[in-house]
Structures are given as C-alpha cells and as structure tokens.
C-alpha cells in the first residue's frame, strides 16, 4: 500500500516571498530531512507537518540569499549549499555530502558507463546513508529511507573547496531586470506581505507592530555593462541600495524615481562576489579616481 500525504501550499504559493518563490526547492528539501531527525518521523508526517518544512525551508533560502551565502539564481547544485543546517527547533546537523552517483530514468538496466538505472541509483544512494537528495532536471528533491537518528552521512554530491573572491568593474547600469521597495519586520527583517493596514503583522515571525515603524527595504537585480561591452546579471541587496540613496540625497522614490536612481548610474565602478553575482559597494568612477589620486 503506498500512502502520500500533501501540504496544503506548494514552493511557488504565494505565501512566500517574491525573491524565494518557486526558487527554493534545494533549501525545502534540506529542511525535510532535518526535521525527519529532529521532529516526527516521516511515516508520521501530516500535512501541517508538510506545511511547516515548506516554511522553514524557505526561510533558511532567504537567510542565505540575504547574507549572499548562495549566488542569486534559480537552480542550486548540491555544491552550493551550506554546510549547517538549523532545524524549526534550532538544532543543527553538519552536513557531509560524500557520495554522487548518476543515472537515467529511461533505463532499467545498468552497464558500462557513467549512468545507470534509477533503480540501482537508489539502491547505491541508500546503500550508504538513510537520507538522500535528488536532482531531477533541475529540481531537487529529498528522500528518506527510513526513521533512524542522523548517524549517516549523506548522499549527496562531494564537497569543493572553493575560492570565492570579490572583483571590481566598470561600466554603467542598462537595465533593471527586477526591483522592489517593501516594508520589514522590525524583529526579524522579513518582508511585511500585507501593509494595507495601520497595524501589520509579520507572516514570518508572527509578531504585529505598527506600520509607521517598519523599516523600508529595497531590493534589485540589474543588468550592467562593463567598459568591455560585456553585460552582467548582478543583485543589489538593500544595505548598498540604501548608501547609494545617501549619497543621492533622495527622499521620496515614489513613481519611477527608484528606477531612476537605479538607471542613473553611469560611469561607476562596482565591486561584486563573482560566484553569488551580490554587489558589496558601488563608487562613482570619478570619486574612486580622485580618492587614487589623494593617496
């Protein structure tokens, strides 16, 4: 008898922030398995059960992309994920992702060569470990072979060490591919979903506060062009949109003036991580020329 049990919200529902929705999936799959360790076993899930992993999980996604401990795009390789992972009740579990077999749903043999049967693909996966993840064109899924306390590794791909430096470019900004001005949660720093009220609550972190004293954020992602015509996908958080504010002396970006403020940036020299595409800072060429040039 094979029985399922389905959440009441799925990873593009609405219910979820604009910059983690439908993008998620690696992070809710990593909560799946910690909760499997640190809750009720899977053959006891419900679907708030169901529920409550989707929203850890897409809470540890935000955590990340916000402090550019993932590059910002829409499919993760098991590579990029962390280390660390907090469970809903703030138990952490180290991960070690030791083992990577490839294989080929359209096959139920296996021979020579690097792919084998989905089949034999599990029975290698579980064979070392109780807890696996899957990639499926580009998706990627848990699997959990049976309710035991995480003494395994998992099986996953291998870990890389990786050097992950800032570099610096100039050129201008030529287009703005997405952005946004919110209100957050003066606890937790998440994103206030309905702010049609004079008192809002946080969908996060639970806690009610009055709109007047939310923080407003900012978020973009911008295409720019480097002096060498080649154009770059990079994100601007809301720590260096707000110091390019400043420094603009703007006090009302209501209307198109946050695009403006955005597509007005010519001739700078930005400095952004080349793995997660996140820009740190943001100088106009001509200053950054004549702090050189007082040195």
């Not at 900004?173 to 809002?200: A, F, H, M, T, W």
Request: proline share 2%; glycine share 6%.
């Amino acid at each position: 008898m094979v029985t399922s049990v389905r959440g009441s919200i799925h990873q593009g529902h609405e219910a979820f922030n604009e910059h983690s929705r439908g993008r998620q999936c690696a992070f809710m799959s990593l909560s799946a398995l910690v909760f499997n360790q640190s809750a009720d076993s899977v053959d006891l899930w419900t679907q708030t059960n169901i529920d409550d992993i989707l929203h850890h999980g897409d809470r540890m996604y935000l955590h990340a992309l916000s402090n550019e401990m993932v590059p910002d795009t829409d499919n993760l390789s098991i590579n990029e994920l962390p280390k660390v992972a907090t469970s809903h009740n703030n138990a952490e579990y180290c991960l070690d992702y030791s083992k990577f077999y490839q294989g080929r749903i359209d096959r139920s043999f296996c021979d020579e060569g690097p792919f084998c049967s989905l089949q034999q693909g599990l029975m290698n996966a579980f064979s070392n470990s109780p807890n696996a993840m899957f990639v499926l064109d580009g998706y990627m899924m848990a699997g959990i072979k049976e309710s035991e306390p995480f003494k395994e590794v998992l099986a996953l791909a291998p870990t890389f060490s990786e050097n992950v430096s800032n570099v610096t470019a100039a050129g201008k900004v030529v287009g703005i591919i997405s952005s946004s001005q919110y209100l957050s949660c003066i606890k937790c720093n998440k994103k206030i979903e309905d702010d049609r009220s004079d008192i809002v609550a946080c969908h996060h972190c639970g806690m009610k506060q009055m709109k007047e004293t939310c923080d407003k954020s900012y978020y973009a992602q911008i295409m720019f062009q480097t002096e060498e015509k080649e154009n770059l996908t990079i994100t601007l958080f809301d720590k260096v949109i707000k110091e390019l504010i400043s420094v603009a002396g703007v006090t009302d970006l209501s209307g198109n003036s946050f695009d403006k403020l955005l597509l007005d940036l010519k001739n700078v020299l930005i400095t952004y991580n080349k793995r997660t595409k996140a820009v740190s800072k943001v100088n106009r060429k001509v200053e950054q020329e004549k702090e050189v040039q007082g040195q």
